[in-house]
T-cell receptor, first 112, second 116 residues
Framework: GQQLNQSPQSMFIQEGEDVSMNCTSS?????WLWYKQDPGEGPVLLIA?????ELTSNGRLTAQFGITRKDSFLNISASIPSDVGIYFC????????????FGDGTTLTVKP | GAVVSQHPSRVICKSGTSVKIECRSL??????MFWYRQFPKKSLMLMAT?????????EQGVEKDKFLINHASLTLSTLTVTSAHPEDSSFYIC????????????FGPGTRLTVT
């Protein structure tokens, strides 16, 4: 089946620093989604990407759908303490009944 | 928009009993809902895909007779953990897709199940 490699697994950064994380796959996807999960909560959708090469921003967050359709990255600029959480990428292919394949997550810790 | 609720948020039950978890899309209609299980510090493990008006599709290794799924309407899906055992203790999360056809999934807040 399709698998995603998400990296890094964890990050410890200082408040104000920029963050970058990415997901790669051996398979192509039609959609890339990025989610954030706070402890004890369900994931919240941050950004959805639908076209190869697409670059989309949501406040301090920017994500891109790779040209090869096999990768995506998420950048967070000027991190703040509330950015702490687990970030998941998810890829969906329209031949997979709409099911998303999730990465293993990147745990972000921001030190004030 | 795109709000999904889950009930209960926490439940403790005794071994051998059954527990029902509800997932509702509050402000949109969801033809498809998904049920996930998440272990501590782990990713989301898809258990089954729930389609309104039809039988759920279970992922390999998930017992359909143990995890009963019913998607009775466009806004409600239920997961029943039957004859629960301590190893069923976990965080269960549902998600819903808007019938408009995009692949975006909107997640509920999760249900923490503890089986004693």
């Amino acid at each position: 089946g399709q698998q995603l490699n998400q990296s890094p697994q964890s990050m410890f950064i200082q408040e104000g620093e920029d963050v970058s994380m990415n997901c790669t796959s051996s398979s192509i996807f039609n959609t890339w989604l990025w989610y954030k999960q706070d402890p004890g909560e369900g994931p919240v959708l941050l950004i959805a990407l639908y076209k190869a090469g697409e670059l989309t921003s949501n406040g301090r967050l920017t994500a891109q759908f790779g040209i090869t359709r096999k990768d995506s990255f998420l950048n967070i600029s000027a991190s703040i303490p509330s950015d702490v959480g687990i970030y998941f990428c998810a890829g969906t292919h329209n031949t997979n009944a709409g099911k998303s394949t999730f990465g293993d997550g990147t745990t972000l810790t921001v030190k004030p | 928009g795109a709000v999904v609720s889950q009930h209960p948020s926490r439940v403790i039950c005794k071994s051998g009993t059954s527990v029902k978890i509800e997932c509702r899309s509050l402000d949109f209609q969801a033809t498809t809902m998904f049920w996930y299980r998440q272990f501590p510090k782990k990713s989301l493990m898809l258990m089954a895909t729930s389609n309104e008006g039809s039988k759920a599709t279970y992922e390999q290794g998930v017992e359909k007779d143990k995890f009963l799924i019913n998607h009775a309407s466009l806004t409600l899906s239920t997961l029943t953990v039957t004859s629960a055992h301590p190893e069923d203790s976990s965080f269960y999360i549902c998600s819903a897709r808007d019938r408009s056809g995009t692949y975006e999934q909107y997640f509920g807040p999760g249900t923490r199940l503890t089986v004693t």
